[in-house]
């Protein structure tokens, strides 16, 4: 009976032996998913952290982009401005110079008309000029 006893121990340990081997097994490829899982969870977090720190970058790039276009723009009305005041003041200045005259003839000594000439005065005006002319004409000719 005891060999018969022996035998049974011996495939109860033999049993238990593979039912060790077994949950060991089941644990290492446990291990092994869990470590699948996690590194893919590892993964997916890294990517999304890179995809949030691209749109930030995208968006502070567009937000700068905007803030100088901004600043060129009010640089550029700016410019215009002080281009019309100085215009503005330039056409005052004008017309006060303009004004200042007036009043200046306005108050200053009455001129003469000045008289028509007749046909005659204007022929004997004429006359000496022809004959310059012609003596200046003589004298060049060799």
């Known amino acids: 009976m ?8 011996t495939k109860i340990g033999d049993a238990m032996e593979a039912a060790k081997d ?7 490829s446990l ?3 869990t470590e699948v899982a996690a590194s893919g969870a590892k993964r997916e977090a890294k990517k999304t952290r890179t995809l ?9 790039a567009t ?17 215009k401005a002080k281009r019309t005041v100085k215009r503005k003041v330039r056409a005052a200045a004008a017309g006060a110079r303009k004004a200042a005259g007036r009043v200046e ?16 005065v204007k022929k004997a005006a ?3 000029a022809k004959k310059t002319a012609k003596r200046a004409a003589k004298k060049s000719r060799p």
Do not use: C, H, N, W
């Open 2 to 9: 005891m060999g018969k006893e022996k035998g049974l121990l």
């Open 22 to 28: 077994k949950a060991q097994e089941l644990s290492a």
């Open 31 to 33: 291990v092994k998913k």
């Open 52 to 60: 949030v720190e691209k749109k930030a970058r995208a968006a502070k």
């Open 63 to 79: 937000v700068k982009r905007k803030a100088k276009a901004a600043e060129a723009d009010a640089k550029q009305r700016l410019g």
């Open 105 to 120: 003839r306005a108050m200053g000594p009455k001129r003469p008309a000045a008289r028509r000439k007749t046909g005659r």
């Open 126 to 128: 004429k006359k000496p």
